[in-house]
């Protein structure tokens, strides 16, 4: 009868799975990897029972517990007694996710390593941080100064950069526990317990909302834009004349230098038509079109599953490289218009070094912000060995790409007849809604936009509602509540503080506070006074990295 | 000769009733001897070919499927493993009625559990003609001395009518038989149904089955392998067996409020069923027995590959101390303290003091109560 089972089975079997409130999908074909299809979970603290939040629920284990009996009752051969797919816990979806860049859903290797070759993980870490943040990094550039703002762009890559390295490398400094599945936010739990769960869970929501409400104001911008190119398109008008522009084909316009003449509705007193009134009062970018959106994206967001979403990330790329394309072709077409003067503006320049630099590290602080999903991402990594070097040379991209945009609409901003001042928050600001060109461009990032917002939407919904309740998913109105609030905020600040420069430093500094500067410095430090192997320099080093982390916030609110 | 042999086998493996050999077959073919006179009780688990029995059997019993063959379809073999479970002997022929003669290996599983229960697994309904006949002219026996008739439904079965009208006429045979067993109807594989369905779903059969089953009274549970029902409904069905339970249950509540426990549970020796428990505060797992009952017999299965057998076990860290061992001829307690300042050998001569109370306990109800009898 025991002869049976073959005696070089171990006594308990070791599958694979991450049971957790939250949503991967393993789909195998063949009957072989169902008898080998994971499930695992984590040992569980029994001696610790009064844990708030249970990282494997009841049910999960009762049903580890019968998968491993009843794998014991028959030959391996047989499937009488393999669980059905219908029966064990789908797999956890793995999102990974740049507040300002791409959100998508991570397919999960198999077999324990990743599948990607460098060339793959180093595109999928440029696209996750690609997104929004390239609109204002040429306001950043006019903010700092020329010359300061591009050493400050390749300074803060260095920075950011070797804070993700410090994150990446400190899950391998535990030695203490089974390292495989976590994330950072467990990383911050292990060494600072709850504080450092809750805190690190308020940290990445700040930049979640924070990236929620610039995509608003954003699309409305997009959207406003759009119906107007459209609106004007029907009806033949060319409205450029109003606003200061350059006056040529290839038109660039200074939106905020109304401010000594008339408004931008100043077209109002030049066109005596009805019809156009109308539509200006009902198309309205600061008092209507926010709100139309609600109508489009608040259903969206109470989806249970974003999954559909999440096949839309192609989008970002496409936006992006058209983004770069479109520069060029505008800098191409307008030429450079480049004076430096060292520390006195002119009419039409700003001076190389300006006080309000922090104004561009505070951008930028979320333009490099990949260090809350970084860890997942070279995970899939096949060569885990080159880790270090795919990051890098992702970083050296990415710092490459704003270099590049930066500098050629900083460069070919036509500064005779404009002032640099003019350059927008947004430099999609500075092409009339007449140009055809942004138009396609504001499309693509309006539907880009879209498609992300539910998947923010969902990230932050997860996180917040997952570790209030324990259920992400706890009831319609919880959802709905959580959802009008994102919301609100989002109208809110489109109808009176549009100005996504503004947004986006403040919320990347702050984010970036925790995530990029005090925690892997701290963590850092601790483990390595843990192993007694902290040196001066190196502590002097990273108290440095958290000062400079603490001035970059303070410097927000005074410069 | 036949006889001694059979004899032999009884002291080696301490078998269940035998049943009266059929008429007109000669008696050495199919094992069978006389019936002997302490009539061991029977637990019928019957139900359609494919319905789970053997899976149900192995998973509550702790038995390896032993799958020679696969179930294609039902096949000879399997068919003759469904009546051999009484037989002494290893190997049995059978000769049809074409006069081939074939010769057949026993599953050696006589599952006994609550003292002298046998189990016994009938497929029913379903088969070729010679199954149909066999069954029919054996019916008496078969449903002869059942204590407990478990019959098992699969939810998904295409063939609603024919499984009622088997089971109408398992119904008859037990009325006729063995008036006084308990049915129990079990609505398997409910795993395939929607979950927002199930339970619609099984109130429906729950209905039809009680109807059927009059004058009888039958209590219906919805299992599933793959969730906490299976255990639980062979739990409450034991718990049914069980004729002093309530006394059994006092007893135990006194004994785990002298010795200061936090959960004293008390479990049938085979299955590690829960057969009672009592905690003196709110535990927060809800699957734990049946987790508990799925390691035990895990590790059950492991000792079984060194010819061991599992006696008891203590577990024992900063915050608690459990202890699980034999208790009765037929049960197990297991005994939670999460006072660590108790030592463990007073816990120890705590249980095997109770173990003399809870033995007189079993004997004092008698041989009425053969249940719980040695």
Aim: charged fraction near 20%; aromatic fraction near 12%.
């Amino acid at each position: 009868m025991a002869n049976v089972d073959s005696d070089s089975r171990h006594l308990i079997s070791e599958e694979e799975n991450e049971v957790h409130p939250g949503p991967m999908n393993i789909q195998f074909d063949s009957s072989d990897l169902r008898s080998k299809r994971p499930f695992y979970i984590e040992p569980t603290n029994i001696v610790n029972v009064n844990d708030v939040i249970q990282k494997v629920s009841d049910h999960a284990s009762a049903m580890n517990k019968r998968i491993h009996y009843y794998s014991r009752l028959t030959t391996p051969a047989d499937k009488a007694l393999i669980a059905p797919d219908h029966v064990v816990p789908a797999p956890e979806e793995c999102y990974v996710y740049s507040p300002l860049g791409s959100a998508y859903k991570l397919q999960s290797y198999t077999e324990g390593y990743g599948k990607n070759t460098s060339l793959v993980t180093i595109f999928m870490i440029w696209n996750t941080m690609m997104g929004t943040s390239i609109l204002s990094i040429p306001w950043g550039i006019k903010q700092a100064g020329f010359t300061t703002g591009m050493c400050v762009i390749v300074l803060m890559g260095l920075l950011t950069l070797y804070c993700c390295y410090r994150v990446v490398k400190s899950r391998t400094l535990i030695c203490t526990s089974d390292t495989t599945t976590w994330e950072y936010p467990d990383v911050c739990k292990h060494y600072f317990g709850s504080f450092g769960q809750w805190s690190s869970l308020l940290f990445s929501l700040v930049s979640l909302i924070g990236a929620m409400i610039v995509y608003w104001v954003l699309m409305s911008n997009f959207l406003f834009n759009t119906g107007k190119f459209i609106f004007n398109f029907i009806h033949h008008i060319n409205d450029t004349d109003t606003i200061l522009n350059t006056n040529n084909s290839n038109s660039v316009i200074c939106p905020s230098a109304g401010s000594g003449g008339h408004p931008n509705n100043g077209s109002l007193i030049l066109y005596n038509d009805t019809e156009v009134q109308q539509f200006e009062k009902w198309w309205s970018k600061s008092k209507t079109v926010p709100l139309y959106l609600i109508g489009l994206l608040l259903p969206l967001l109470n989806f249970k599953s974003p999954s559909f979403f999440s096949k839309f990330n192609i989008l970002g790329t496409v936006s992006v490289l058209y983004l770069i394309f479109l520069v060029t072709l505008k800098a191409i077409r307008l030429g450079f218009h480049l004076e430096f003067h060292w520390f006195v503006p002119t009419e039409f320049f700003v001076p190389e070094i300006r006080f309000e630099f922090p104004q561009l590290t505070g951008v930028l602080t979320l333009a490099f912000f990949i260090h809350n999903c970084i860890i997942t991402l070279l995970k899939n990594n096949k060569n885990q060995e080159n880790n270090v070097r795919d990051l890098c040379m992702a970083y050296m991209l990415v710092t490459l790409t704003y270099l590049y945009i930066g500098f050629l609409v900083f460069a070919s901003f036509p500064s005779p007849p404009l002032s640099k001042d003019c350059i927008e928050q947004n430099f999609l600001d500075n092409f009339p809604s007449g140009d055809t060109l942004s138009f396609i461009a504001r499309i693509f990032l309006l539907f880009q936009m879209m498609t992300v917002y539910p998947l923010l939407g969902y990230l932050a919904r997860v996180q917040l509602l997952g570790h209030i309740f324990g259920d992400i998913y706890p009831s319609i109105f919880h959802v709905l509540i959580l959802n009008l609030v994102i919301v609100g905020a989002g109208v809110t600040m489109a109808c009176f503080y549009p100005n996504i420069g503004g947004i986006i430093r403040y919320s990347g500094a702050a984010c970036g506070l925790a995530f990029v500067f005090i925690y892997p410095s701290l963590i850092y430090i601790i483990s390595l006074h843990q192993e007694e192997r902290l040196t001066w320099p190196k502590l002097v080093f990273h108290v440095f990295i958290i000062i400079l982390g603490l001035a970059n916030l303070i410097a927000q609110f005074f410069m | 000769m036949e006889e001694s042999d059979s004899e032999k086998k009884t002291e080696k493996e301490n078998l269940g009733p035998r049943v009266e050999p059929p008429l007109g077959e000669p008696e050495g073919s199919l094992g069978w001897a006389m019936p002997n006179a302490t009539m061991k009780k029977k637990v019928l688990l019957m139900g359609k070919s494919g319905s789970g029995k053997t899976s149900m059997r192995s998973i509550i019993f702790a038995n390896y499927i032993a799958r020679d063959t696969r179930r294609l379809g039902a096949t000879i073999l399997d068919r003759i493993h469904s009546l051999q479970i009484n037989s002494s002997l290893s190997t049995y022929s059978l000769v049809d009625s074409v006069g081939n003669t074939k010769t057949f290996d026993v599953e050696h599983s006589h599952v006994r559990f609550l003292g002298n229960l046998v189990l016994n697994l009938w497929d029913c309904g379903g088969q070729d003609n010679f199954m149909e006949n066999y069954f029919t002219s054996q019916r008496d026996n078969i449903f002869r001395n059942v204590e407990v008739l478990i019959y098992v439904f699969d939810v998904e079965s295409r063939e609603l009518e024919k499984d009622m009208h088997y089971y109408q006429s398992c119904l008859e045979a037990i009325l006729q038989n063995s008036p006084e067993a308990k049915i129990f109807c079990l609505v398997h594989k409910m795993d395939l149904v929607q979950e927002d369905q199930r339970d619609l779903i099984f109130k429906e059969r729950e209905e039809d089955l009680k109807r059927l089953s009059r004058p009888l009274e039958c209590s219906c549970f919805r299992t599933s392998i793959w969730d906490e029902t299976l255990y639980k409904a062979w739990s409450s069905i034991v718990y049914q067996l069980i004729p002093n339970v309530q006394q059994l249950e006092m007893n135990l509540r006194n004994f785990a409020e002298i010795i200061e426990a936090d959960e004293v549970l008390l479990f049938e020796r085979a299955t590690f069923l829960v057969i009672s428990h009592y905690q003196c505060k709110e535990q927060r797992d809800a699957h734990r027995f049946e987790k508990i009952s799925n390691i035990i017999k895990q590790f059950k299965l492991s000792c079984s590959k060194l010819a061991a057998s599992f006696q008891s076990m203590e577990v024992r860290n900063s915050n608690f101390a459990a202890f699980i061992d034999i208790f009765t001829s037929n049960t197990y307690v297991m005994v939670v303290m999460s006072d660590p300042s108790i030592p463990s050998a007073a816990t120890l001569i705590n249980i095997r003091n109770a173990r003399k109370h809870f033995e007189k306990l079993e004997r004092v109800d008698g041989p009425k109560q053969c249940l719980l009898m040695r």
